[in-house]
């Protein structure tokens, strides 16, 4: 069946270090979406992705998603402790778009 | 404030007691869908309902029931509760049945069974 896989699941960097995850996907994606779930928190929604080869930034944040719409990251230019939390993808099949697949997440800890 | 709303925020049962645990929206959203929580395996789709009386499974429905009679309600049924349904459960909401629409979600469930 469809799954999403994410890598790394834990990450520890230095304040000001630079920060990737990466998603991957055993079939085709008709969009991918990013949350990020601060500690004890809920999931919140970041930017969608729609288009292969789409790039998007959000300030220190840019998302990108691969020209077969299998892959997407996720990388953070100088890490702040407010980036501490768990990060997640999710990418809806092309066969049904009502099914979300959410990779496992990865959780930043920034020290500062 | 527009928002999706879980109660109860915990929960602690015994094995085989029946439950419900409600989500209601402010939103007017046609979608919505319950997800667990375990670590290290993400958010897990349980069940989806793209309008009122439209439901589907998710990857992981066994155990559980959802009912989708007004729109802003979406409750998830555990009819016998089992150990293995201990998680953190989370109702989210999206404004439109495609599925390309952010989810908006709520506080979470944290549900223990005994």
């Known amino acids: 069946g469809q799954q999403v896989m994410q890598i790394p699941q834990y990450q520890h960097v230095q304040e000001g270090e630079d920060f990737t995850t990466y998603c991957n996907s055993s079939?085709?994606?008709?969009?991918i979406q990013w949350y990020k779930q601060r500690p004890g928190g809920h999931p919140v929604f970041l930017i969608q992705l729609v288009k292969s080869g789409e790039v998007k930034k959000q300030k220190r944040l840019t998302f990108q998603f691969g020209e077969a719409k299998k892959n997407s990251s996720l990388h953070i230019t100088a890490t702040q402790t407010t980036d501490v939390g768990t990060y997640f993808c999710?990418?809806?099949?092309?066969?049904?778009?009502?099914?979300?697949?959410f990779g496992s997440g990865t959780k930043l800890n920034v020290k500062p | 404030e527009a928002q999706v709303t879980q109660n109860p925020r915990y929960l602690i049962t015994v094995t085989g007691k029946k439950l419900t645990v409600t989500c209601s929206q402010n939103m007017n959203h046609e979608y919505m869908s319950w997800y667990r929580q375990d670590p290290g395996l993400g958010l897990r789709q349980i069940y989806y309902?793209?309008?009122?009386?439209?439901?589907d499974k998710g990857d992981v429905p066994e155990g559980y029931k959802v009912s989708r009679k007004e729109k802003r309600n979406f409750p998830l049924i555990l009819e016998s509760p089992s150990p293995n349904q201990t998680s953190l459960y989370f109702c989210a909401s999206s404004s439109m049945t495609t599925g390309t629409s952010p989810l908006h979600f709520g506080n979470g469930t944290r549900l223990t069974v005994t």
């Open positions: 999710a990418g809806s099949s092309i066969y049904n778009f009502n099914k979300f697949y």
């Open positions: 079939t085709t994606l008709s969009n």
């Open positions: 309902s793209m309008n009122v009386e439209v439901t």
